[in-house]
């Protein structure tokens, strides 16, 4: 079974909005970060997004080309989960417009590599309640925004989850990759 590996981008504050937008480090770079993230990408052959990261996404890949991770995410299988999305212009995109969670288990069950989600929103609060979601992969970035609607924020309703650490890197620029695998929903009160 392919697992389904969400890879979000979250302010100490719970900001995952708009991260092309956030302030400069303006620290040394690191090159692992791209190399983590065109390694995730390339093991997987299908990328699933919400409208929202779909809107975000469609516009700019398919203008750029001639590098792994551009050529890749391009080519791959797209699923966008959206009941008001119509004809899809990026190549490769499935609208997945009625029970996502049915169809989500489908492709998780069906022969290929794993599946990437970007962003954390409604569609990763429904993977999580139903169990589909296998590892969560946060990029913490040390800043505070200080600002964000609830839409903007990891934070949000959905059920308790705990999760197992599975590997921790930290980034020169002060980024922390955190790896969480095995999500498991808490029944009753948290504790």
């Not at 392919?2 to 400069?24: M, Q």
């Not at 080519?75 to 995109?93: F, G, I, R, Y």
């Not at 949000?156 to 197992?164: H, I, L, R, T, Y």
Request: net charge negative; hydrophobic share 40%.
């Amino acid at each position: 079974m392919r697992k389904l590996i969400n890879s979000t981008f979250v302010t100490l504050d719970g900001v995952i909005e708009a991260p092309h937008l956030w302030p400069s480090l303006n620290r040394p770079s690191d090159e692992r970060d791209g190399q983590i993230q065109t390694d995730l990408l390339l093991g997987c052959d299908a990328v699933l997004m919400g409208r929202r990261t779909y809107e975000g996404f469609a516009p700019v890949w398919p203008t750029r080309s001639g590098d792994p991770y551009s050529d890749h995410i391009n080519a791959m299988h797209k699923l966008v989960v959206s009941t008001t999305l119509k004809d899809p212009a990026w190549h490769n995109t499935q609208v997945i417009d009625r029970d996502p969670v049915a169809a989500i288990a489908r492709y998780k069950d069906s022969p290929g590599k794993d599946i990437v989600q970007y962003g954390f929103g409604s569609v990763s609060r429904l993977l999580v309640e139903h169990g589909l979601l296998d590892e969560l992969h946060l990029w913490v970035y040390p800043l505070i925004l200080g600002r964000g609607s609830p839409s903007d924020l990891l934070f949000g309703p959905s059920p308790a989850v705990k999760f197992d650490l599975a590997d921790s890197t930290v980034m020169r620029n002060g980024i922390i990759l955190v790896k969480y695998v095995k999500p498991v929903k808490i029944e009753g009160p948290a504790s």
